[in-house]
Protein backbone atom coordinates (compact mmCIF):
# COMPACT_ATOMS: atom_id res chain seq x y z
CA UNK A 1 0.00 0.00 0.00
CA UNK A 2 2.67 1.98 1.08
CA UNK A 3 4.72 1.98 -2.10
CA UNK A 4 1.74 2.10 -4.54
CA UNK A 5 1.03 5.70 -2.91
CA UNK A 6 4.17 7.20 -2.82
CA UNK A 7 4.39 6.25 -6.47
CA UNK A 8 1.77 7.85 -7.79
CA UNK A 9 2.87 11.13 -5.63
CA UNK A 10 5.80 10.91 -7.45
CA UNK A 11 4.17 10.65 -10.42
CA UNK A 12 2.06 14.08 -10.18
CA UNK A 13 4.98 15.84 -8.61
CA UNK A 14 6.62 15.38 -11.85
CA UNK A 15 3.78 16.17 -14.11
CA UNK A 16 3.46 19.50 -12.04
CA UNK A 17 7.63 19.93 -12.51
CA UNK A 18 7.08 19.51 -16.38
CA UNK A 19 3.71 21.86 -16.54
CA UNK A 20 5.42 24.59 -14.05
CA UNK A 21 8.96 24.74 -16.70
CA UNK A 22 7.01 25.68 -19.53
CA UNK A 23 7.10 29.12 -20.38
CA UNK A 24 3.84 31.11 -20.75
CA UNK A 25 4.16 30.85 -25.22
CA UNK A 26 4.66 26.99 -24.93
CA UNK A 27 1.65 27.32 -22.73
CA UNK A 28 -0.25 29.07 -25.32
CA UNK A 29 0.63 27.53 -28.22
CA UNK A 30 -0.19 24.36 -26.37
CA UNK A 31 -3.65 25.61 -25.46
CA UNK A 32 -4.48 27.12 -29.31
CA UNK A 33 -3.16 23.60 -30.32
CA UNK A 34 -5.87 21.49 -28.45
CA UNK A 35 -8.42 24.09 -29.36
CA UNK A 36 -8.02 24.00 -32.34
CA UNK A 37 -7.98 20.62 -33.02
CA UNK A 38 -11.33 20.45 -31.10
CA UNK A 39 -12.92 22.81 -33.36
CA UNK A 40 -12.68 25.89 -30.94
CA UNK A 41 -11.64 29.61 -30.76
CA UNK A 42 -9.26 30.88 -27.99
CA UNK A 43 -9.27 34.25 -26.51
CA UNK A 44 -7.46 36.15 -24.71
CA UNK A 45 -8.75 37.92 -21.83
CA UNK A 46 -6.57 40.98 -19.74
CA UNK A 47 -6.95 40.69 -16.38
CA UNK A 48 -5.25 43.88 -15.97
CA UNK A 49 -7.72 45.55 -13.57
CA UNK A 50 -10.01 42.83 -12.43
CA UNK A 51 -9.14 42.72 -8.96
CA UNK A 52 -9.83 45.69 -8.34
CA UNK A 53 -12.50 46.36 -10.44
CA UNK A 54 -16.29 46.37 -8.80
CA UNK A 55 -18.04 43.67 -10.37
CA UNK A 56 -21.63 45.67 -9.36
CA UNK A 57 -21.11 49.17 -10.71
CA UNK A 58 -17.66 48.87 -12.62
CA UNK A 59 -15.62 51.56 -10.42
CA UNK A 60 -11.67 50.83 -10.22
CA UNK A 61 -9.57 51.27 -7.31
CA UNK A 62 -6.52 49.46 -5.56
CA UNK A 63 -8.37 50.52 -2.49
CA UNK A 64 -11.50 48.42 -3.35
CA UNK A 65 -9.42 45.14 -2.05
CA UNK A 66 -8.64 43.87 1.25
CA UNK A 67 -6.53 40.63 1.22
CA UNK A 68 -9.43 38.32 0.21
CA UNK A 69 -12.47 40.63 0.68
CA UNK A 70 -13.41 43.29 -1.99
CA UNK A 71 -15.24 45.90 -1.14
CA UNK A 72 -16.14 48.71 -3.78
CA UNK A 73 -15.60 52.07 -2.51
CA UNK A 74 -17.77 53.55 -4.90
CA UNK A 75 -20.96 51.73 -3.71
CA UNK A 76 -20.30 49.31 -0.53
CA UNK A 77 -20.78 46.47 -2.70
CA UNK A 78 -18.63 42.97 -0.66
CA UNK A 79 -17.89 39.88 -2.30
CA UNK A 80 -15.09 37.33 -2.29
CA UNK A 81 -11.86 39.07 -3.89
CA UNK A 82 -11.67 35.91 -6.38
CA UNK A 83 -15.03 35.48 -6.98
CA UNK A 84 -15.38 39.57 -7.84
CA UNK A 85 -12.27 39.29 -10.04
CA UNK A 86 -13.58 36.10 -12.25
CA UNK A 87 -17.04 37.92 -12.19
CA UNK A 88 -15.17 40.66 -14.05
CA UNK A 89 -13.64 38.37 -16.35
CA UNK A 90 -16.78 36.61 -17.07
CA UNK A 91 -18.42 39.76 -18.28
CA UNK A 92 -14.88 40.32 -20.70
CA UNK A 93 -15.33 37.04 -22.06
CA UNK A 94 -18.95 37.16 -22.62
CA UNK A 95 -18.64 40.36 -24.59
CA UNK A 96 -15.87 38.88 -26.85
CA UNK A 97 -17.30 36.06 -27.96
CA UNK A 98 -20.82 38.48 -29.10
CA UNK A 99 -18.32 40.40 -30.63
CA UNK A 100 -16.85 37.80 -32.27
CA UNK A 101 -20.00 36.01 -33.14
CA UNK A 102 -21.10 39.55 -34.63
CA UNK A 103 -18.33 39.30 -36.78
CA UNK A 104 -19.01 36.24 -38.18
CA UNK A 105 -22.65 36.22 -38.13
CA UNK A 106 -23.10 37.85 -42.24
CA UNK A 107 -21.40 34.54 -42.63
CA UNK A 108 -23.37 32.21 -40.94
CA UNK A 109 -26.16 34.04 -42.12
CA UNK A 110 -25.48 33.52 -45.73
CA UNK A 111 -25.44 29.92 -44.97
CA UNK A 112 -28.35 29.28 -43.71
CA UNK A 113 -30.98 27.79 -46.10
CA UNK A 114 -33.85 30.70 -46.36
CA UNK A 115 -36.31 27.87 -46.73
CA UNK A 116 -35.95 27.25 -42.91
CA UNK A 117 -37.84 23.61 -42.87
CA UNK A 118 -35.82 20.69 -40.81
CA UNK A 119 -34.40 22.58 -37.93
CA UNK A 120 -32.43 26.19 -37.85
CA UNK A 121 -29.10 26.00 -38.53
CA UNK A 122 -28.62 30.01 -37.08
CA UNK A 123 -27.56 28.31 -33.57
CA UNK A 124 -24.55 29.72 -31.67
CA UNK A 125 -21.45 28.38 -31.62
CA UNK A 126 -20.73 26.94 -28.13
CA UNK A 127 -18.85 28.66 -25.60
ZN1 LIG B 1 -19.15 49.21 -6.76
Redesign the pocket.
Same mark, same amino acid.
Given at each position: MGPAKKKKKGKEKKFRRELGSWSAVELEKFIEYKAEDAGKKVIYINPKYSPQK $?S? $?G?VSKENRHDSVFK $?K??G?ELNADLNASRNIEVIRVSEYFRLLSASQSLLFNETPLTGGAGDQRQAPKL
Open positions: $CR $CY $CNCF
